[in-house]
């Protein structure tokens, strides 16, 4: 069957000019929110003319819940290639929870357009989260349960509900980031400054090591290998926080 080259660059290009649109809303909708979010800035921070972000989203509306989409998928489809990973139940769950610090602290968009989705729902307003929460958190909360319950009835986990572990992994992540701003208020070191962090997600392993194991031993190993192969993001992932480097 005869190619056509150029219909095939037309393709990539019309695929490129998306992608660019796509991360320049996802910059703007995480600052300002849906109401805020103003499609010129879009537009000039894209590169591309007002009319083509019609001519591939159709609206404003629709931009936004493509971008919701984009930026979820990403989250999905990493948390999958950890759940998915060759490796023993507990060993892929204290790498959910390193992978979950490091993307709190290098998506920091992606927060951002959660936690505005949430207030939406909160006030009674028509959002996006029931969507979301169906195509891609429910997944990947099932998939959650499943690996500790995997865990507990091979005996490398402790008997324990399967939430409980799950609140106890990636809650004390989210709470330290939201406290942030308290606890540079509290602490004697600045909580988001890069070696604090570098700390924080140490210890974040080391103690899920010991509290969901049966066998503590197991646990230390395991933690030790997690975190020798799983290094700190580079200074230059990191966006939307006040970090400061070493």
Do not use: C
């Amino acid at each position: 069957m005869p190619t056509h080259p150029a219909k095939e660059t037309h393709a990539e290009r019309s695929a490129e000019t998306r992608e660019r649109i796509l991360e320049a809303s996802l910059s703007e909708f995480s600052a300002n929110g849906l109401a805020g979010a103003r499609t010129e800035q879009i537009a000039v921070a894209a590169g591309v003319n007002k009319a083509l972000l019609y001519y591939y989203f159709e609206s404003k509306e629709k931009l936004y819940a493509a971008t919701l989409e984009m930026v979820s998928a990403r989250v999905r489809d990493r948390s999958m290639a950890v759940f998915l990973r060759n490796a023993s139940p507990g060993e892929r769950l204290l790498r959910a929870a390193l992978d979950h610090f490091d993307r709190i602290l290098t998506q920091r968009e992606f927060q951002s357009l959660m936690q505005q989705e949430m207030m939406r729902l909160q006030k009674g307003e028509e959002g996006f989260l029931p969507l979301l929460a169906k195509r891609v958190f429910s997944p990947l909360q099932a998939m959650y349960q499943s690996m500790v319950r995997e865990g507990v009835e091979s005996d490398e986990l402790i008997d324990a509900d399967w939430l409980q572990i799950e609140l106890a992994a990636l809650g004390a992540n989210v709470f330290y980031f939201l406290s942030a701003p308290m606890r540079r208020l509290m602490m004697e070191v600045e909580p988001l400054d890069l070696e604090v962090l570098r700390e924080r997600r140490i210890k974040l392993v080391e103690f899920l090591g010991q509290a969901i194991f049966k066998d503590r031993k197991l646990g230390a190993e395991l933690a030790a290998k997690v975190l020798a192969d799983s290094l700190m993001p580079e200074i230059s992932e990191i966006k939307g926080f006040e970090v400061k480097p070493k």
